[in-house]
């Protein structure tokens, strides 16, 4: 019996080595065509380009959580989750620019600014709660269509309704983090204060998550409704509300990741299309109803596009399209051997 | 303890005014009709089964009692009208469900399990979790880890605890033998014995076991596509020949 059990253990190597041949040759071919480059590149472009690849992947791991947020609540992707934030940086914008509170700062600290992008999560926080009980509650939430449709239909009218209000020309939006004059050298390589910055942005909200879901009462509620909503309902939680909350939570982040990454591609309309196809990509590696995952995810993304595709294509012209290619061979090559993603629940049930 | 061998003789509260009283209730999914007519109580203090084969209507019941499914009838808990009440506001005036299939919260841990059940209490729940993983010494030693990994006898020990953090007037269980082995059903049943003669917990159970929730409780029902066809003392319907050719397979 014992013996039996031992054989019939899956082993990864054996059981899949048609995919790890099929992967792992162009991996091989590709390591091996890049590292001359590596090694020619030096030190200094080495760190650049890791450095440029965490920035990216704080901005697209923030966004990922968003996404990851809404998802283990009702196990929906919300198209629109780009462009509530989009627009929430806009409203950041209009605190922080157009009634010009950015002058307030207190010494080297960005006072008005902050303030701006708070009230601007706080205004997201109840537009999302109120598109949940709106848009979203009517629906039967077994049928995922409608849903996705709706939040399709949201992305367009976000984009349209904030090119209509503010225009489609890249406005430069302010950062809260000293600008790229300021940098620590690194071989020669620039870890500039605003990298450092978002990173810390990126643990506070970490850190924020984890208690507001571990350790509130409202955050368990919304665990309990992520593993089991009918359960959850028999046990006295009202639902809707954790939904709501749920929503509130992902736009807020969400007007967050956008107010980090506004100062770096500035603030128009389509800010978000290309980001937000990297942070799908981000959430669906980590496994999508993990927000460890999802971080990891962001990190990776923005590694490969920085690292991988940056040793492989020299001009910039090609670097944006071989990097969307290059995710999405990140997506399947993840997904071929992990189904669930790296760090998702894979429902394995006891009976 | 009691006696044990005539549980019906052995609870005296059976005189009480009803814990919940159900009237002329029907539901129906769509075109068809699930329940019809439907009366039954359950005494403050007693257990109360319902018996019935798959597709009886046993579960659609109890689900209707915390409106779960749309039905329309009267149904009262403690002379309190609660047919139109949200499920949340069922459970806040003390009614806790273990639904079929045990809906624990897989992806959480045994102790949140828990303090998702005490959900709807205000106070500390620190007491009541030492006292049912007294009861449950197995959960304890488990209590870090997922709902998920545990077996089926301890995630329905889970479900039973997890109900009672809530510490309900009345518990609904639906079908808690189901899947289970012999000897953890047996164990099961005479938990629900002891928090009904110690605690005073009423229950209402749905059950196809007709063998072992008979012994425990004191009046039963039989369900048959939809309709009370048949009602008494439990050791009445343990007699009876219909009970015993359907049920007992006797």
New interface residues.
């Given amino acids: 019996m014992a013996t039996a059990q031992l054989e019939s253990r899956p082993n990864i190597l054996v059981d899949n080595w048609q995919r790890i041949l099929g992967f792992g040759v162009p991996i091989a071919f590709l390591i091996w065509y890049i590292a001359d480059d590596v090694v020619d590149g030096g030190a200094r472009l080495f760190f650049q380009r890791l450095f440029d690849g965490l920035d990216n992947g704080a901005v697209y791991s923030i966004v990922a959580v968003a996404l990851v947020l809404i998802f283990k609540a009702t196990t929906l992707i919300n198209f629109a989750q780009g462009e509530l934030a989009m627009f929430g940086t806009f409203l950041a914008y209009v605190g922080a620019v157009t009634l010009g509170w950015q002058s307030f700062t207190i010494g080297p600290i960005q006072a008005g600014l902050i303030l701006a992008i708070i009230v601007a999560m706080i205004i997201s926080a109840a537009a999302g709660s109120a598109i949940e009980r709106v848009l979203i509650r009517p629906f039967d939430p077994s049928d995922h269509l409608p849903v996705v449709l709706i939040t399709l239909g949201l992305f367009l009218i976000l984009n349209a309704f904030a090119a209509f209000i503010w225009n489609v020309n890249p406005r430069p939006f302010p950062s809260m983090f000293p600008d790229r004059t300021n940098f620590i050298d690194v071989f020669g390589a620039r870890l500039f204060y605003d990298v450092i910055g978002t990173w810390a942005v990126l643990g506070a909200m970490g850190v924020a998550l984890y208690f507001i879901l571990q350790r509130t009462k409202i955050g368990l509620a919304f665990r309990a409704v992520s593993s089991n909503t009918e359960s959850s309902r028999l046990v006295g939680v009202r639902v809707g509300r954790v939904l709501m909350f749920g929503w509130a939570l992902a736009s807020a982040f969400g007007t967050l990741g956008g107010s980090m990454v506004a100062p770096k591609l500035f603030l128009k309309p389509d800010m978000m299309a290309l980001l937000l196809i990297f942070s799908f990509a981000a959430a669906t590696i980590g496994g999508l109803d993990s927000l460890v995952g999802a971080v990891v995810g962001g990190v990776t993304i923005g590694l490969i596009q920085s690292l991988l595709v940056g040793y492989l294509g020299d001009n910039n012209s090609a670097f944006i399209i071989l990097s969307l290619a290059v995710a999405f061979a990140v997506i399947l090559l993840v997904l071929w051997f992990k189904p669930a993603g790296l760090f998702g629940t894979s429902r394995v049930e006891r009976v | 303890m009691t006696d044990t061998s005539n549980p019906s003789s052995s609870n005296g509260a059976s005189s009480g005014p009803p814990m919940l009283e159900v009237a002329g209730l029907d539901a129906r999914y769509g075109e068809i009709q699930v329940l019809r007519d439907i009366t039954f109580n359950v005494p403050t203090g007693d257990v109360v089964v319902i018996l019935g084969a798959n597709g009886a209507g046993k579960t659609t019941t109890l689900r209707s009692i915390?409106n779960?499914v749309t039905c329309s009838g009267a149904i009262n808990l403690d002379g309190q009208d609660i047919s139109r009440k949200n499920?949340?506001d069922i459970?806040?005036l003390g009614v806790?469900?273990v639904?079929q299939g045990r809906?624990?919260?897989?992806?959480?841990s045994v102790l949140?399990n828990l303090?998702?059940?005490g959900?709807?209490r205000k106070d500390s729940l620190d007491d009541d979790i030492d006292r049912w993983f007294q009861m449950f010494p197995r959960l304890k030693e488990r209590k870090d880890q997922l709902a998920?990994?545990?077996?089926?006898g301890e995630?329905q020990m889970l479900a039973v605890a997890?109900?009672l953090m809530?510490r309900p007037k009345l518990v609904l269980l639906d079908e808690p033998s189901l899947?289970l082995a012999p000897l953890i059903i047996e164990d099961l049943f005479n938990t629900f014995r002891e928090l009904n003669q110690e605690s005073g917990v009423t229950m209402l159970l749905v059950e196809q076991n007709a063998n072992l929730a008979l012994d425990i409780a004191q009046h039963g029902y039989v369900l048959e596509a939809g309709e009370i066809v048949l009602d008494g003392p439990a050791d009445v319907l343990k007699n009876d020949p219909a009970v015993q050719d359907a049920y007992l397979g006797a």
């Fill in positions: 915390c779960m499920t949340a459970v806040n806790a469900h639904p809906g624990t919260f897989p992806e959480l949140d303090e998702v059940g959900y709807v998920g990994s545990l077996s089926g995630q997890r109900a809530s899947g």
